[in-house]
């Protein structure tokens, strides 16, 4: 009954262990269970927030729009960030569940007896900061600079340009304002922590270094310092100095100083009475009565023209244009004047822009139209016999096309006459010619008219206009008369040798020579008219001109 008895008891011991045993074994299994639910909570924030680290941004504007979005690896910063958030949970706490759930129960257990607070928010430390990519980003934009504020003379008006602004980047203070938008960037247990920079929230752009109120040079001062170095040098007949009175004047600061003022709005203003004054005064001595008329000849440049005389005189109106223009730009400078030929009716006297020339002495003939060159050929003028073509300034009044010219001695066919000088003098072709220019003129001349290569005369037949000017001279005879030293020259006619003078400056073409010089592209184009006479016997006499006669 005992053996019994004590066997129950065994058995109820046995029992009671293997219930608590049982009952341990559960509580610790559930303890380590919910171990393992709060360690996922726990590692879900540790993920949350290191996920929230790649996704921190730094959103950068221009005048509200976008430059970029900049991560913290880009600006330096994530290292730092995530060392921080995650010195905020122990190795333990950083394991995945698989990791934590291979753990015994123990280790469970003891991590779980330690406190798990919520993880604080992180912000970053801007020791590393880094603005290299916004910068390159912003430099990268179309960028102007500013313009300081400046006074210019314009126009004869001194005026003040105000400053503009620019955009070029103020470096320092655009670095101070993204350091301080980025020092807010970090994460929270809910997320990333974002940031964004206006460029223009802050002095983002360098500012004009001079600024109308700053501005030193007022119209007043430039005006002052200009006048104080104004010059104005007059060159008078410098084109004519051997023939005409020609020197310099200069109009000093101090001269200019009682002509010029400024205005308070910045208008440059000139005296127009004392200006004048002083212009009459100054062109006084460069004046010449019944000077020969200078022409320009296309041959021998300037040239005296003895019967025709004139009154040279300094155009006063034109210098005085010239130099108040210069006035109104004040600055150094010079000016010329040339003496104006006037006729004895004090109107201005010239060939005009169209005329021709003959001259004698060269035996050369220039037309010239609206200013332009269209023929300059060799010709063949009035023999020395004679027969010399009239010197004077006339006019072309009338022209004939096949013609046959006639006098006491030839009769002659022509193809393009011009009238000169009633109408006994003209311009014609002369076909029986081969030669032209050198002295051919001096025993073969012609009877007074001038005779000129057929392609020459059909383009002024053509292109000459009744009352076109022309302008024949020349000493109309073979002698030079400053030595009169003679020259021997094959005479062309006889075969012979004669004894001869060579005028001054005279360009002799030996015998056989002919020069036409035509501008084609200086005329109109043209078709020649019909040629007629060509069955006509050549005529015997190689001298020509007379009255014409169809």
């Known amino acids: 009954m005992k053996k019994h008895r ?325 600055q150094p400078g010079s000016v010329s004047a040339e003496a104006v030929c006037y006729d004895k009716d004090g109107k201005p006297f010239s060939l005009g822009d169209s005329y021709i020339e003959v001259d004698f002495d060269n035996q050369q003939m220039t037309f010239i139209k609206d200013g332009r060159l269209v023929v300059n050929t060799n010709i063949v003028t009035g023999a020395l016999n004679g027969h010399q073509t009239p010197t004077g300034l006339y006019e072309t009044h009338g022209k004939e096309h096949d013609v046959w010219l006639k006098g006491d001695d030839y009769l002659v066919f022509v193809k393009y006459w011009v009238s000169v000088v009633g109408d006994i003098i003209g311009l014609h072709d002369a076909s029986w010619r081969s030669n032209f220019g050198a002295s051919f003129y001096v025993y073969g001349g012609s009877h007074g008219c001038v005779n000129t290569p057929e392609q020459a005369m059909a383009l002024i037949w053509n292109l000459a206009e009744d009352g076109t000017p022309v302008l024949m001279h020349g000493a109309n005879e073979w002698y030079e008369p400053a030595n009169g030293n003679p020259r021997e020259t094959k005479d062309p006619a006889r075969g012979t040798t004669s004894k001869v003078t060579v005028p001054n400056g005279t360009r002799v073409l030996e015998p056989g020579s002919s020069r036409i010089e035509i501008q084609p592209d200086d005329v109109v184009p043209f078709a020649l008219p019909k040629e007629a006479g060509q069955d006509e016997d050549p005529p015997t006499n190689t001298t020509d001109t007379a009255k014409p006669v169809s």
């Open 6 to 330: 004590a066997l129950w008891v065994i058995i109820i011991v046995i029992v009671v262990l293997a219930a608590a045993a049982a009952g341990g074994w559960y509580w610790l299994s559930t303890k380590a269970a919910q171990a393992e639910q709060a360690h996922s909570t726990v590692y879900a924030q540790y993920a949350s927030m290191t996920a929230a680290v790649d996704s921190v941004t730094l959103t950068v504007t221009e005048d509200g729009s976008p430059v970029s979005e900049y991560d913290l690896q880009k600006l330096g910063l994530r290292d730092d960030l995530m060392n921080k958030v995650t010195a905020q949970f122990s190795e333990t706490d950083r394991m995945t569940a698989e990791q934590f759930a291979a753990l015994g129960i123990r280790e469970k257990l003891n991590w779980a007896k330690n406190a798990h607070p919520a993880p604080y928010p992180c912000t970053v430390s801007m020791e590393q900061f880094d603005a290299a990519a916004v910068l390159a980003d912003l430099q990268s934009m179309k960028r102007t600079a500013a313009e300081n504020a400046y006074t210019v003379l314009e126009d004869g008006v001194y005026t003040v340009h105000a400053e503009v602004p620019g955009n070029e980047l103020n470096e320092p203070a655009v670095l101070d304002g993204l350091r301080a938008s980025a020092a807010s960037l970090g994460v929270t247990a809910d997320g990333p922590q974002d940031a964004a920079f206006e460029l223009t929230s802050v002095d983002c752009y360098k500012q004009p270094e001079i600024t109308t109120a700053t501005l030193r040079d007022t119209p007043d001062s430039l005006f002052r310092k200009a006048l104080a170095e104004l010059e104005i040098k007059v060159t008078f007949n410098a084109d004519t100095a051997q023939y005409l009175p020609h020197g310099e004047e200069t109009l000093t600061s101090h001269d200019l100083a009682s002509i010029v003022d400024l205005d308070p709005d910045g208008t440059v203003t000139v005296d127009e009475k004392v200006l004048s004054e002083k212009v009459s005064k100054l062109a006084e001595g460069y004046s010449k009565q019944d000077a020969p008329f200078l022409f320009d000849s296309w041959v021998k440049s300037l040239t005296e023209i003895r019967f025709i005389t004139c009154d040279y005189r300094i155009d006063v109106q034109s210098l005085t244009e010239q130099i108040r223009t210069q006035l109104l730009t004040m």
